[in-house]
């Protein structure tokens, strides 16, 4: 080797985490499977909506000559407002929309919320933990009131935390 040319040690970047990292760490992973846990929660609500006699009676002849396959179990792909769902009364359909859209919309904000936690709780380990918990509970307050959007307005508070 020569004179000019120095081996350099590899850089190691350390973290040293808070003793209280573990409650951020249990409040992300509270969110993560609160997030898995609603999916069957709406697919009850399909399944009730969507059930068998619903679908053979509305599309079983139309399925079967255009597509020569058997009807899809549970309506799907409809997600709410698909040529399904047009089909069904007002409440049911009112009322698997407001299931589907509490989902969807955990789906869309989990993505910022969990990394939101785990990189806050570095530095405010108490905060993050405790807003993660906050928005856990005002997820289960607001997947779990009335369909209508007045109650609704009541647990979506803490769920924006």
Known sequence: MA????????????????????????????????????????????LRVFN????????????????KTALPDAGFPDMGNGRYSAKLSY???????????????????????????????VKFPVYAAAIGGIHFLGRICLLYTSPSPRDRQKSRMPSSA
């Open 52 to 67: 068998k006699k619903f679908m053979q009676e509305n599309f079983g002849e139309e399925h079967s000559k255009e597509l």
């Open 3 to 46: 004179l000019n040319q120095v081996k350099k040690a590899p850089e190691v970047l350390y973290l040293k985490f808070d003793n209280r990292y573990g409650l951020v760490m249990m409040a992300a992973a509270a969110l993560a499977l609160e997030c898995y846990i609603h999916a069957p929660i709406v697919v009850r609500f399909r």
């Open 91 to 121: 409440k049911d359909w009112f009322q698997f929309n407001v299931a589907q859209r509490v989902h969807q919309n955990f789906l869309e904000a989990i993505g910022i919320i969990i990394p939101a936690t785990l990189i806050a709780g």
